[in-house]
Structure formats: C-alpha cells, structure tokens
C-alpha cells in the first residue's frame, strides 16, 4: 500500500504537535516535522509520540527564520527516499512580543515576524514543489489567522475591545493569504488554501488572550485540528483551492 507523505513545520507544540500526533495516528502515514534543532525536539519526546501501522516520523531541522533550511532539509529527504509530498503545512509562525498599536510598534521586530510568517514560506514552497509535483493530488495549506483578513479588520477590533490586535501579526499573515492564493493561481496542478485555525488555547493562544483582557481562548487545540485534517482530507482543486477558510470549513472574506 502506497502512503502519504505529510510535512509539518513547527511541531514542537500547539497546532503543529496536535497536527503531528494526529497523522501518526493514521496508517500508512510518513510524517516529516520541522523543529528549530533535531535534538533538542528527539530529548522532548516526539519521537515517543504513538505512530499506526506503517506510518513512521521524519523529523527534520527548519530554523524559522532561516531561507537556505527549507532546500537543505528537502535535499536530506530525498538522500533518505523521500521523492513525494501529499501534503505541506505551513505551519511554523511566532507573533508580536508585545500587543502595540502601530504608532508604537518596533519596526525591527516587524520586520523579523514577516521574515518567519511570510518569507519563511515561500522559501518552503520553492523547495518542496518540485516533491509536491511528483504526487498525484498534492496540497499546500498555510496555517493564517482570522487576524489578516482586511474585510473583517473593523470586527476584530471591535472584538478585542478595541485593543490593539499587534499589526506585525495580522500583516504577515494577510501577505501570506497573497502567497497562497498566487500558490494557487500559478499551480493547476495543486490544490492550496490558506486556513484560519481558530483562536486555540495554544501557548501564543493563552498569551494573547491574556494581553486582549480574556479568561483563556475560546477554542480547544485538539477539537480544531480534528476539523482541520477533516477539512484537509476533503480538500480539492474544485472546492477548496484559492479560498481563505475557518477551521468549519466556512470562507473568510481576504
């Protein structure tokens, strides 16, 4: 039986861990994770994470804000075999340090989020296409935020209280939406889509909850990425490509 080949950056902890351990959980998987050094994630356990028949864990070193790791940690696959990939989840991203409104905001640490957000992105795409080509129905999902869209800014604004929402995060991923949608126009042969994962009691979750005044996040890691990898599944170039989409499977408005 063929399997299907998963990559995932940033699975170290919230959506890329519960995002891990969920594709182990299938058989006939082969889950490849990036993790900023290969050891340091092996001493924490992942590679304890239960794996179903057939199935096994790749994990490979993706340094968020380095552009050469993503080519280096492809060439490193395919030496080990790895010659497609079904499915890449661009999942990896850190958010402000501190909730600012843009008057206050550091230009130097903007300008690194969207290094990591943004720029890390591409830089993974450029060197997975030429795997993600070699499968038959292959995908490209990148992990955004209710945050970038522009058509519901007024809304979420309104939401925090009127708070600052740390425009370095909202922006990186509004310009990640772009990529993907050009992900989808320039590739007919693929299906992308970039998701919004839901506000998840994740530890960037439960921190920015804590800077917009809330208890805790409104939703659960372990429920939305259920819905996710459903969503993932039944995700294909007719339906689902080129659209922004909650974790319900609903459109966001760009």
Known sequence: MST???????VNRGVG????????ARPNHIVIGSVREVAAAKS?????IPVASGSKLILIKIELASFIDPAQAINELEKQGIMKLDIVIANAAVSVKAVLPAAEGDAEEFANILAINTVGP????AATKPLLDRAEKPKWVSVSSSVASLANHEASFAYLGGRPMGFGYGASKAALNHL????????PNLTAIAL?????????????AKAFGMEKPPHHVGD???????LVDAATRETHSGKFLNFEGQEVPW
């Open 4 to 10: 299907t080949n998963v990559l995932i950056t940033g």
């Open 196 to 208: 919004d994962p839901g506000f998840l009691d994740t530890d960037m979750g439960n921190a920015g």
């Open 180 to 187: 993907t949608l050009n992900i989808h126009s320039e590739n």
């Open 122 to 125: 591409v830089a993974l795409f």
């Open 44 to 48: 924490k356990g992942l590679e304890d």
């Open 224 to 230: 939305n990425v259920k819905a996710i990898v459903k």
């Open 17 to 24: 861990l519960a995002l891990l351990q969920t594709y182990l």
